[in-house]
């Protein structure tokens, strides 16, 4: 945990009417690079996502960003000091065009209107939509409204970029085009933190792994070596012994 | 913010010119036509503003008509000693600053509906103000007030506030070109488009449609003082109307909602049908305005300048077909 | 003491009837999401024809409701199946819109056909008043509170426990799983408002026996439904009694209070205020509970 971390989390925990939903997680992100949140359905990664963007508030923890508290922020203050999200389901302003949708972002990003023009076309490059620039939103593919969420993000200066399962409902070669996006923002020097169930490319991508099961942290280090960890394993297959489990004597 | 582009302003300033030569040439009847479209005009740019860009669409504005105008004529009544010029400029600044105070202290409450629930409570405002207005005897609203002559000797009193309706017309239109093309503009669309996407991207957007909504009134409410000095006297009834209401959302929709000239054309259109038109037909006026709601919503939800983009579009497609 | 009490039992029997009115609206609004601005027309046009029933046939006007109710049924059926639903689903905006265009269309039409005048109908024991524990009753707008009570009875009994009522309950709460089960939703729908105008139509016959009436009332007729809506809730009988009652107390104790010229102003602003604190009326909408 190195004491530059842009995003520390400290014994968060969440409760819902006696359902432990996020149990006393902790971990710190460092800056520029990828980490992915894996985890069985269920395990809380929306939850966690809600709580660092300040949909939910936590009972108990905190949550730092770039060195200051932002427990308990309102979401659009939180917007404005850095932190982005690039939802599942996209929102894009339909009537309007692609460029004109990543242009809000960079007019109203992170420390005012500067270079809107250029933060625009850059966010666009990034995303690697800028040749439908001129298409109305309304008119885009699931996949291209992924691109448009994520360039919109990114044009809001952020430097922190959380994904909500980027790659969902993606065929093979969008999610390629998706994960080499990831790989430019991440050069451009924003860190990436995303929820992804597409395991080839959470592995391929990422920097490190944090492993949620039933609302805790069960595992946080590079990929192979979470991969490898029979915790991990047994939180997706269950144990060999188990009920759950299918048997072979059936 | 974006240039207004060239030929764009050309276009509009000839407009302007032909339009300002209109009583030189045109019978009073018509005068007075025209003197309704340009109010109308200007009215309709007011509220959307609010109702086309932000996509808070009131069904209430006429309240701010009602209390810029009354405003004027009681601040007015105390002035009768001064030139006309002076007493109208009063008025004016009475006018606007009764409806900034009002929308400033509405707008908190009412703005946290969205929707048809902002609509009809904006109604609800409308009524409330004409109620009281009328009730209430310090308001004279029922007795009705009285306006100062403000015509200079030397011109008709029709060509004076035909002019004078085109010149606050074009100041409405600036302020609206202006905020169309502005940072703040592009904060309103984003509003209208999706507002809680907007909120998380940073747009302030409270601030936003407070702002967006005391322009909104205050620009109504000074061509609601114009207006009363042209009538001459006015009771409730003559500036708190339904039928004003109603016609503000459809000079939007039949012109075209969330653009900037929809509301200038669908202004001059149903005005035109309804005074000219239909002129000798009176007893259709109900019949043709409803008539004409039905037809737009049905048929052609962009309203005038829709259908037109969408010919333009359907044209540039058929041309860019290769050739079979 | 007695004047309190004389007024609050004013504004319940007045109450009773607006809830009739309202409760049409609050059914539209909560089944098809759609706000009915020609809801007043609609209760007009129930006047008008009862006016001329009554004059024709020579009955009580009260006894048209079954003939006007059915008149509006087959009207509203038609106009919801083939004019409204091209609405249903878009921008709330647009259904707002081309229901105000009818409205003014069918105000012209009455003005055409009836006047702008204000008319009257008036029953036979249009004078008749008695008294009951100190209070005076108008025995006018006690048959008229008795006529929507046993109406409003009769929708809720319907909602409730006929297989239209089921199948309306069904389609408000889950329209795509109602679809999967075979319910043929646009039919419904337009059920539904064939309901709605029917109730709002026999709503027209009971105010036009106490209240004179003209085709400029509708807008005020469409915004009484709002309020008694927002004030009681959503898409029940039950919420429109509600809502109706608190309107008519709200109204008689205002008029007698303040003046009589103020009843208006504190409809819109319990309007305004409720809209801000609860836009679903106290007892809710009784379409989402399943939510």
Redesign the interface.
């Known amino acids: 945990m190195s004491a530059s971390s842009i995003l520390r989390v400290d014994r968060l925990s969440k409760s819902f009417r006696g359902l432990k939903a996020i149990s006393d997680v902790s971990f710190a992100i460092d800056p520029g690079s990828i980490t992915s949140i894996i985890g069985p359905n269920g395990a809380g990664k929306s939850t966690l996502f809600n709580l660092i963007t300040g949909y939910l508030a936590p009972n108990s923890g905190e949550v730092h960003f770039s060195g200051r508290s932002i427990t308990g922020l309102a979401t659009n203050r939180i917007a404005g000091l850095g932190i982005a999200r690039a939802f599942q389901i996209a929102r894009p302003f339909r009537d309007l065009s692609v460029f004109e949708n990543v242009r809000i972002g960079a007019l109203f990003g992170k420390s005012g209107p500067r270079d809107v023009t250029a933060t625009t076309a850059r966010a666009l490059e990034l995303a690697g939509i800028a040749h439908l620039a001129d298409r109305s939103a309304g008119a885009l593919t699931v996949g291209q409204l992924r691109h448009l969420e994520v360039a919109r993000a990114i044009a809001t200066r952020a430097d922190l970029l959380l994904a909500d399962e980027p790659c969902a409902g993606l065929n093979p070669t969008e999610t390629a085009a998706m994960i080499d996006v990831l790989r430019r923002i991440r050069a451009s020097g924003v860190t990436v933190v995303l929820v992804e169930h597409d395991m080839p490319s959470v592995m391929e991508v990422s920097d490190r792994l944090l492993v949620l099961d039933a609302g805790s942290l069960i595992a946080d280090g590079p990929p192979h070596d979470v991969a490898s960890d029979a915790h991990v394993i047994a939180a997706y297959l269950g144990t060999p012994d188990s009920s759950a489990s299918p048997s072979l004597s059936r | 913010m974006r240039r207004a582009s060239l030929p764009a302003v050309v276009v509009v300033l000839a407009c302007v010119i032909v339009l300002a030569a209109g009583p030189l040439v045109l019978p009073p009847f018509y005068v007075r036509v025209g003197q309704l479209m340009l109010y109308s005009a200007g009215l309709a740019l007011a509220w959307t503003i609010l109702g086309g860009f932000a996509g808070y669409a009131s069904f209430g504005h006429a309240a701010f008509i009602g209390v810029g105008a009354f405003a004027a004529g009681l601040v007015e009544l105390q002035l009768s000693g001064l030139p006309p010029a002076l007493q109208l400029a009063i008025g004016l600044v009475a006018g606007a600053l009764a409806c900034a105070v009002l929308s400033a202290a509405v707008a908190y409450p009412i703005l946290r509906l969205r929707g048809t629930f902002f609509a009809i409570a904006m109604l609800g405002v409308s009524h409330v103000c004409a109620e009281l207005n009328n009730n209430i005897d310090f308001f004279q609203g029922s007795l009705g007030l009285n306006f100062p002559p403000v015509a200079p000797v030397s011109v008709e009193p029709e060509t004076f506030f035909y002019e004078l309706y085109l010149a606050a017309g074009l100041v409405v239109l600036t302020i609206a070109w202006w905020i169309q093309r502005s940072r703040f503009g592009a904060g309103l669309l984003s509003i209208r488009e999706d507002e809680d996407t907007a909120r998380m991207l940073g747009v302030p957007t409270e601030r936003y449609k407070r702002m967006a909504f005391v322009v909104s009134a205050v620009l109504t409410g000074l061509l609601g003082v114009i207006y009363a000095h042209s009538l001459g006297y006015i009771t409730t009834d003559s500036v708190y109307r339904d039928d004003t209401n109603l016609d503000l959302i459809v000079y939007s929709m039949l012109g075209g909602m969330g653009t900037l000239f929809g509301p200038v054309v669908g202004a001059f259109v149903l005005v035109f049908v309804i005074q000219v038109v239909l002129a000798r037909l009176l007893d259709f006026h109900l019949f043709a305005t409803g008539l004409l709601l039905v037809i737009i919503v049905l048929a052609a939800p962009g309203g005038i300048l829709g259908l037109v983009r969408d010919f333009w579009a359907r044209r540039r497609r058929d041309a860019a077909m290769p050739a079979e | 003491m007695n004047l309190v009490a004389q007024t609050i039992v004013d504004g319940l029997v007045l109450g009773g009837i607006y809830a009739l009115a309202a409760v049409g609206f609050s059914l539209i609004f909560g089944v098809l999401h759609v ?1 009915n601005l020609s809801h007043g027309v609609l209760v007009l046009i129930g006047a008008y024809l009862a006016l001329v029933f009554s004059q024709t046939l020579h009955v009580d006007p009260l006894l048209t409701i079954p003939l006007v109710m059915v008149v509006l049924f087959a009207i509203g059926y038609v106009y919801q199946r083939f ?1 409204i639903q ?2 249903v689903g ?5 259904s ?3 229901t ?10 009455m ?2 056909l009836f006047s702008p005048d204000m008319k009257n109908i008036t029953p036979t024991y249009a004078f008749a008043s008695f008294h009951l524990a100190g209070l005076a009753f108008d025995a006018v707008r006690v048959s008229a509170l008795v006529a929507s009570l046993v109406l409003l009875c009769c929708l809720a009994f319907l909602l409730k426990f006929s297989a239209l009522g089921r199948v309306i309950r069904a389609t408000a709460q889950q329209t795509l799983a109602a679809r999967l089960c075979g319910v043929n939703v646009r039919h419904v729908y337009a059920l539904t408002f064939a309901v709605s105008a029917a109730f709002a139509g026999a709503a027209g016959i009971v105010i036009g026996i106490i209240l004179p009436f003209s085709p400029a009332d509708e ?1 005020l007729w469409t ?1 009484n439904a ?1 309020v008694v809506v927002v004030l009681g809730g959503v898409g029940s009988p039950a919420g429109a009694l509600l809502g109706g009652l608190l309107l008519g107390i709200a109204n008689t104790l205002t008029a007698q209070y303040v ?1 009589p ?2 009843p ?2 504190t409809m ?2 319990l ?2 205020l409720l ?2 604190v609860r ?1 679903n009326g106290l007892l809710g909408n009784a379409f989402s509970a399943s939510r």
């Open positions: 706000i004019l091209y609405t878009r921008t709330p905006l647009g707002m819109l081309l105000f265009g009818v409205a003014l269309m069918l105000q012209n039409v003005i055409w807008a915004l709002f003046g010229a103020f208006n102003v819109f602003l309007l305004v809209l801000l836009p």
